[in-house]
Structure formats: structure tokens, C-alpha cells
């Protein structure tokens, strides 16, 4: 069976110049689609329709997520489609809920499928078996966008979480803050050890009455942790949410319980999704350079995708940087 590959390497062009021919792309030269269309009817290459395309996996490619509800896997998502349309693919979204062997489907199931490539998104702490399988049982390009492994075997992009959970902090510290909490969920542990880890290197107390995590995730979270704190009676007199949404639900139940932000309590969060600047007050916060990091990871993938014999693999470490709005007070 003819496939885009044989195509390609008949027409002397890549991959992704007869992807965009036989899809009608307007950004290719009229002749170059003629010409690739007649190669593929010479070879007896049926082209298909924009739905059989897309399932069979003419031009694309395959994002596996852990989820997509929270606005922050969104904007991850929306960025590769938006980089991965402008090169002329198309994308399919898996979700694995931070399953490891939901992982493990959705990258054999988008194998199956003929994908050219895959962005492995994971916040799983040791995914080298499901690598060391994917290396044993498939040969599409793969880029990984991971915050807590390391690979030398496939190209890795990350966000330094670590040091965006310091730039939190650490604002906090310098804002003459010693009593924090932390308020998280069980999947976002590592940020915890790391809060852990900056309050003793800084000789700041830990009172584990101020250190709440939940199975419950989102604002709903934030909201039954910052409220088991509140009826406790002992305030910190500031608290940093794993991430934004968890952050937000903490000062909607400082403000039901009457407290104000941050006049009486500050509140830093992690992620700067699109709500942070919209809610009242604005919520500090730490960002990551979404666009960046998927723009990196599309080229990586691409550059796979369209030269077999480029075996280079490359690890990327962007640095989140501090989104300094109303919800820290500066204290004495």
C-alpha cells in the first residue's frame, strides 16, 4: 500500500509538503501540489476525504494530556494546535486523567492510528517503562513536555517547576511572611516537597496545621482546605495554593468567612491562568512561558517528523517568572 512516505520520497519533498498538497493547503506552490497530486495517482494512492484523513492520520499528530478541564492544560493544548494548524496538521487529544496505563493506551491507540508524531504530556514521577515500550514497539517521532523525569533518549521540554515554586516563596519570605501555608492536591505533591524543602532552607517553622492537601482538586479544593484552616482558629498570615484555581477557592472562602485579601491574609498561587487577573483582588501569581515551551516542542517534533536521520536529542529547561498583582501584603 502506497503511503505519504513513498509519496514524498518520489516527489524528492517531505512529508509535510504532500500532507498540505493533498489537503488543498494554500500555503504551497500550485505546481509542487499538481505535480505531487499526479505522482500520488500514478502510485494508485486513493485521496481520501478530510475525515478519513484525519482518522487515517494524513498530517497528524498526537497530544497525549493529562486532562484538559483545568484552564492551564488548555492553554498547552490550544498552543500545539495553534503551532501544529500553522504547519499544515492537524492534532487528536487524549486524555489520561494522570493515569499511567491510560498513558499507555493513548500512546499505542495514536500509533495505530498512523500519527506522524506525538507530544507525551506527563506529570507522572517515573514514566522509563513506558518509554523503554514506546522505543521497543513504535517508530513515530515523539517529544515529551515532562515536569518530573528525565530522558537522554527522547527530545524533553519542561518548565522549571522547582523554581517557580522558590519565586512564590520567596516573595512571600521577603514580604515578611514566616507564618505560610500551603494548600494543595494529592497530584501536585512535588510542588509540596518543594515548599517544604525552601521553608527549611530559609529556617521558616512548619506548623503542619497549616499544610492541607486533598484528594478534591480545582477551586472546590482551595475552598474545603483554606475553610478547615479558617475553623481551626490559628491563621497563617499567608498561604500559597498549589496552583491558581486552588488559590482562587481559598480566597473565595477567606471572603464567605469574612476575611479580607490581603489585608488580613496574603495569597500567591502558581500557573497565571486566564482568571488571575481577573478576579478581585488579582491574584499574584507565578507564569510559565506556555507558548514558548509549546512552540519548542512542535519544532522538535516537526524537525523528527520530516528528517529520519536526525537522531539529536535535546532537553529544554524554560525558567516561570513572578506575576506580582494585589493579593501579598508586605508585612513587618
Known amino acids: 500500500m502506497t503511503t505519504l512516505k513513498d509519496i514524498a520520497y518520489k516527489a524528492g519533498v517531505n512529508i509535510s ?22 505522482i500520488a495517482k500514478e502510485m494508485n494512492y486513493h485521496i481520501k476525504s478530510d475525515k478519513n484523513r484525519c482518522m487515517e492520520g494524513l498530517g497528524l499528530i498526537g497530544v497525549v494530556c493529562p486532562e484538559i478541564r483545568s484552564n492551564y492544560y488548555s492553554q498547552i493544548v490550544s498552543a500545539i494546535e495553534e503551532e501544529t494548524k500553522r504547519n499544515g496538521y492537524s492534532l487528536i487529544v487524549g486524555c489520561t486523567d494522570f493515569g499511567v496505563e491510560n498513558e499507555r493506551y493513548f500512546l499505542k491507540s495514536f500509533n495505530r492510528s498512523n500519527c506522524a508524531g506525538i507530544i507525551f504530556i506527563t506529570e507522572s514521577e517515573d514514566v522509563e517503562e513506558i518509554l523503554k515500550e514506546y522505543r521497543t514497539e513504535n517508530n513515530q517521532p515523539l517529544v515529551l513536555i515532562a ?140 507564569a510559565a512561558p506556555i507558548d514558548e515551551m509549546c512552540r519548542i516542542a512542535v519544532k522538535l517534533l516537526l524537525k523528527k517528523i520530516k528528517d529520519n536521520n536526525y537522531k539529536i536529542v535535546q ?13 501579598v501584603k508586605k508585612i513587618n
Open 17 to 38: 509538503t504532500v500532507s498540505k498538497a493533498l489537503r488543498d493547503s494554500t500555503d504551497i506552490n500550485k505546481d509542487t501540489k499538481l505535480r505531487i497530486k499526479k
Open 147 to 286: 515536569q518530573n523525569t528525565e530522558t537522554k533518549e527522547f527530545d524533553c521540554i519542561k518548565i522549571d517547576d522547582e523554581y517557580g515554586v522558590r519565586l512564590a516563596l520567596q516573595h512571600l519570605i521577603s514580604s515578611g511572611h514566616k507564618n505560610i501555608g500551603y494548600i494543595g492536591d494529592m497530584l501536585s505533591s512535588t510542588r509540596l516537597n518543594t515548599f517544604l524543602k525552601i521553608m527549611k532552607e530559609n529556617n521558616i517553622a512548619i506548623n503542619q496545621n497549616w499544610i492541607m492537601e486533598s484528594n478534591e482538586r480545582f477551586e472546590k479544593c482551595g475552598y474545603n482546605l483554606m475553610k478547615k484552616i479558617i475553623v481551626a482558629g490559628e491563621m497563617p498570615t499567608a498561604v500559597m495554593g498549589a496552583y491558581d484555581d486552588i488559590a482562587i477557592g481559598a480566597i473565595k472562602a477567606l471572603h464567605d468567612n469574612g476575611f479580607v485579601v490581603p489585608k488580613d491574609i496574603s495569597v500567591v498561587g502558581i500557573d497565571n491562568i486566564r482568571s488571575a487577573s481577573y478576579i478581585s483582588p488579582e491574584l499574584t501569581t507565578v
Open 315 to 327: 532537553n529544554v529547561k524554560l525558567s516561570p517568572f513572578l506575576v506580582q498583582r494585589n493579593t
